[in-house]
């Protein structure tokens, strides 16, 4: 599962400069103030996606 990939996206979030002065963790993504998370949501794009896969859920999410 990817749930921890999720926690560690949302502890970066929480520590990113845009949410701790106050704003939306949903608005700070679009407009793309929220950088130093980028890596962290890719791998967890690439896990959920690899839910998907029908050839990985047999397998299992590769590095997880």
């Not at 520590?15 to 103030?33: I, K, M, P, T, W």
């Amino acid at each position: 599962s990817c749930e921890g990939l999720a926690k560690e996206v949302a502890k970066c979030l929480a520590a990113s400069a845009c949410v701790q002065g106050g704003g939306d963790a949903r608005e700070c993504l679009r407009r793309g103030e929220v950088e130093e998370c980028d890596a962290l949501r890719a791998t967890y794009a690439q896990c959920r996606r690899g839910q998907l896969d029908a050839r990985s859920r047999i397998r299992g999410n590769k590095g997880h």
